[in-house]
C-alpha cells in the first residue's frame, strides 16, 4: 500500500515548483513575480502551521489554563478535539485573561518575569516559528 503524501510536503512541493519553474519565466513582469513571491510564502506559511500548529495551539492552551487556573479535566470544560475547536477555545480563554488582567485580577506589577509576560512572549514565538520563522524573539 502507498501512504499518500502529508499535506505540509505538497505544499513544499508547489513553493519549489514556483520557485524552480514559474518565477524565471514571469521575473519580468513584476505584478506575476510578486504574486508568485507571494504565494510561495502563504505556501510556506501553511506548510509550517500544519507541521507546528496543534503543538504551539496545545502549548498555549496548557499556558492558558494555568494563568486563569482551570482544570483541564475538569468536566465543566470544554474539551476541544479538533484544531478549529482548539483554536476556538484558545481566543475565548485569551479574552478571559484580558478581562482579568483589565479588572487588576492579578496582583501587583506585571513585570518582565510575571507568568503573563512569559506567557505573551511564548505565544509570539510560537505565533512568528509559523508566520516568519526568519524573526526570532
Known amino acids: 500500500m ?10 513544499d512541493a508547489i513553493q519549489e515548483f514556483l520557485m524552480k519553474e514559474i518565477l524565471p ?24 502551521e500544519f507541521r507546528t ?10 499556558r492558558l489554563h494555568a ?9 465543566q470544560l470544554a474539551k476541544p478535539e479538533t484544531y478549529t475547536e482548539k483554536m476556538e477555545l ?3 480563554l485569551n479574552h478571559k485573561l484580558a478581562e482579568q488582567i483589565r479588572n ?3 496582583e501587583g506589577d506585571l513585570t518582565p518575569d510575571h507568568p503573563i509576560w512569559q506567557h505573551v512572549r511564548e505565544t509570539l514565538r510560537e505565533t ?4 516568519n520563522p526568519r524573526f526570532s524573539v
Open 2 to 11: 502507498q501512504d499518500k503524501p502529508e499535506a505540509a510536503d505538497l505544499m
Open 25 to 48: 519565466f514571469v521575473k519580468e513582469r513584476d505584478d506575476l513575480s510578486f504574486k508568485t513571491l507571494v504565494s510561495w510564502n502563504m505556501l510556506g506559511v501553511m506548510a509550517r
Open 53 to 62: 500548529g496543534e503543538h504551539c495551539i496545545n502549548a498555549e492552551l496548557e
Open 67 to 75: 494563568l486563569l487556573n482551570l482544570n483541564p479535566d475538569d468536566p
Open 90 to 92: 484558545c481566543r475565548q
Open 104 to 106: 487588576g485580577h492579578f
Open 128 to 131: 512568528l516559528s509559523v508566520s
